[in-house]
Each structure stands twice: as structure tokens, then as C-alpha cells.
């Protein structure tokens, strides 16, 4: 199969967790539904096309910064001494709230399009961006470090342990982890087979919880099983996906 592998690079961003609300925590490499919704912008799709991706990358450190927050209770009347905003007759609060960033970042994605006629078109979409590229945050904008490659990916056998770049880290699917065909390794304390396991969002579907008089509409999510972890080796004698340049790819 065919795939697009992009190499990006981004100066201060959140990855937003959607469960963190007093600090905005993020995750540690953008989630996949994060991911799909940039190429799905850039390529100007307007319904969803499904496809496999892999990510993994690295961040040199974690910063807090602080924003500006609104708060609001529904059909709460506007109170002087209480609310700082005032929407018609309701009230807004206004205050600050600290988010957590990761500073520059890198990133290495694999996008595998189920159709595969897609790939060249999603491929000239990072070449020529209608507008500039963002993960993460609308400000978020991301670089291109290397020019997007359409590459060849299949899945063999390993003749030789292949080591992932220093201090990269990926999201790992968890049949990998328990098959034990990736291997993870902390330098520093000698702990090996240690990782955060994580639900990351892929796509969702649109499910109706009111009636057909007064639909409530809300989104459901297809989530992933994974494994972040970093100082990865993928083992020998075991079946992967590889690139034609022989990086190892994480597809879900």
C-alpha cells in the first residue's frame, strides 16, 4: 500500500486532553482525529474520507502559559458584581486559566488513505497548502520540515531490530505491546516495557439521543488502544509495517 509521510515541526502547542478543564493539559503527540481533521482541511473535503495514520515524534520541554477564559451558567441574568461581560441580558465571567504547551516539537506522520486514489491529491495539499497548516490549537501552525513523499508500506518480517530515532517517542497500538514485537527501554533507570496508555480519539459518527420531533445530536467517538512510549526498538523476527525507508509505522 501507499502512504504519505510528512515531517513537521511546531514552536509552542497544545494538544488538548478533552477531560482537562482547570488546566488544559495535552497530549504528548497530537491525537489521530487531530490529524485526520488537518488533511481533511487542507485537502477541502467535506465529508470523511477514512484512513490510517501513525505518529510519532518528540518535544524538548513542557511550559504552562496563561489564557483568557469565559464562563458561563445557561440563562444566568447578568449580575454587576458578579459577571465582568454582558451578552444582551446574561452574564459572561471572564477570568485566567493556565494551558499546558509542549515546546518545539517534531513530528514524524504516515497518512494511509483507504482510497488509494487519494494519495497523490493529499500529498499536493501539503505541497501547496491553501492556507498554512495547524495541529493542535488554530494558532498551532505547523511546519514542513521535509517535502511530503509518497512512500510504499507493508508489513514483513524483521531481519534485524530496528532502533526509532533518539528520544522519539509513538503512539503504539496495544496488540503490538502484548505481542511484544515493540520493545521499550528507559535509559536512566533500566525499567524496560514501560509507557502511558491512552483512549486517542480517531473518528466519530453522529448519534441522535432525542426523538425525530426534537433530535439531540451528539457525537460519538471511535476511540484507539495505545501505548505512548519512547527509546522504542521494533524486534526482530517479528511482523511490522516498515516504510520503503525502513521507519517503522504504527498504523490505526
Not at 61 to 76: G, H, I, P
Not at 111 to 130: D, Y
Amino acid at each position: 500500500m501507499k502512504g504519505i509521510r510528512i515531517k513537521l515541526w511546531q514552536d509552542m502547542v497544545n494538544y488538548k486532553k478533552p477531560t482537562s478543564f482547570q488546566i488544559k493539559e495535552t497530549y504528548p503527540l497530537p491525537p489521530y482525529s487531530t490529524i485526520i481533521g488537518m488533511v481533511h482541511n487542507l485537502c477541502g473535503y467535506t465529508e470523511y474520507k477514512p484512513m490510517n495514520i501513525s505518529v510519532q515524534g518528540k518535544y524538548f520541554s513542557k511550559v504552562n502559559d496563561l489564557y483568557t477564559r469565559y464562563e458561563f451558567k445557561n440563562a444566568m441574568k447578568f449580575e454587576e458584581a458578579r459577571h465582568q461581560l454582558k451578552a444582551g441580558e446574561y452574564g459572561i465571567c471572564q477570568g485566567v486559566a493556565t494551558a499546558e504547551l509542549l515546546v518545539d516539537v517534531e513530528l514524524l506522520i504516515h497518512i494511509i488513505p483507504e482510497n488509494q486514489n487519494l494519495v497523490n491529491e493529499i500529498r499536493e495539499a501539503f505541497l501547496k497548502p491553501r492556507e498554512y497548516p495547524s495541529l493542535g490549537r488554530r494558532e498551532d501552525i505547523a511546519t514542513i520540515l521535509e517535502e511530503p513523499k509518497v512512500v510504499e508500506i507493508e508489513q514483513k518480517t524483521l531481519d534485524l531490530t530496528i532502533r526509532l530515532e533518539k528520544n522519539y517517542g509513538a503512539y503504539i497500538p496495544l496488540k503490538m505491546i502484548e505481542d511484544e514485537k515493540i520493545k521499550m527501554k528507559n535509559s536512566v533507570n533500566g525499567i524496560s516495557m514501560t509507557g502511558t496508555r491512552y483512549k486517542i480519539p480517531k473518528n466519530y459518527y453522529l448519534v441522535n439521543y432525542g426523538t425525530e420531533k426534537t433530535p439531540k445530536i451528539f457525537r460519538k467517538w471511535e476511540k484507539k488502544d495505545v501505548v505512548y512510549g519512547t527509546n522504542l526498538s521494533a524486534l526482530f523476527d517479528n511482523e511490522v509495517y516498515i516504510d520503503e525507508d525502513n521507519n517503522v509505522v504504527f498504523m490505526v
